[in-house]
């Protein structure tokens, strides 16, 4: 949906379910194998010149595990601000300045969903690998497994003599 500037009024929201079907396969099959379920709504105002935009989604993805490259649901919730402006005077990091008319806000919704997902994702029911001759542990595995509590790096420093 293409959101007009000129109908963006000092409050309103509306619900609204995106149709980002053309964006996944845009990209591709890769972590994200599929969108259940988008359901929430948008919030927009206007300050003078700057338009305030906030996105509440739950998001239901359908994502691969890191482990085990078996798929799981992935449930997630979005919840932002975006600014943006048609006076370019007014781009800045915190502003996006537009040179369109509109702001479509389904490409902005699959952006905040795909920027939102983990590098690592784990399923509910993912081990780490095992085998006769290794294993792959999470860091807290280890150190519970060790009963050590690393020190500063410099501590392996204290016994030598710098002097001789």
């Known amino acids: 949906m293409k959101l007009e500037f000129s109908k963006i009024k000092n409050l309103s ?16 099959r890769g972590v994200i ?17 700057v338009y305030s935009i906030k996105f509440h989604y739950d998001v239901v993805l359908v994502v691969l595990s890191s482990l085990t490259n078996k798929p799981f649901e992935y449930p ?3 919840d932002e601000e975006l600014f943006f402006t048609q006076k370019q005077e007014f781009d800045s990091e915190d502003v ?17 969903i795909v920027t939102q997902i ?12 095992k085998t006769d001759t290794y ?13 050590s ?8 420093l204290k016994d030598i003599n710098f002097d001789e």
């Open 33 to 49: 194998q599929n969108i259940n379920s988008v359901k929430g709504f948008v919030e927009s105002v206007k300050h003078g010149d």
């Open 96 to 112: 996006e300045y537009v040179d369109k008319d509109y702001i479509d806000l389904d490409e902005i919704i699959f952006s905040l």
């Open 13 to 28: 929201r509306f619900d609204y379910s995106p149709e980002l079907d053309t964006y996944l396969k845009s990209i591709g």
């Open 135 to 147: 294993r792959v542990m999470s860091e807290e595995e280890y150190l519970n497994e060790n009963n």
């Open 149 to 156: 509590n690393f020190g500063s790096p410099f501590d392996a």
């Open 118 to 129: 983990p590098i690592t994702l784990h399923g509910p029911e993912d081990e780490y690998v």
């Open 76 to 78: 997630m919730a979005i």
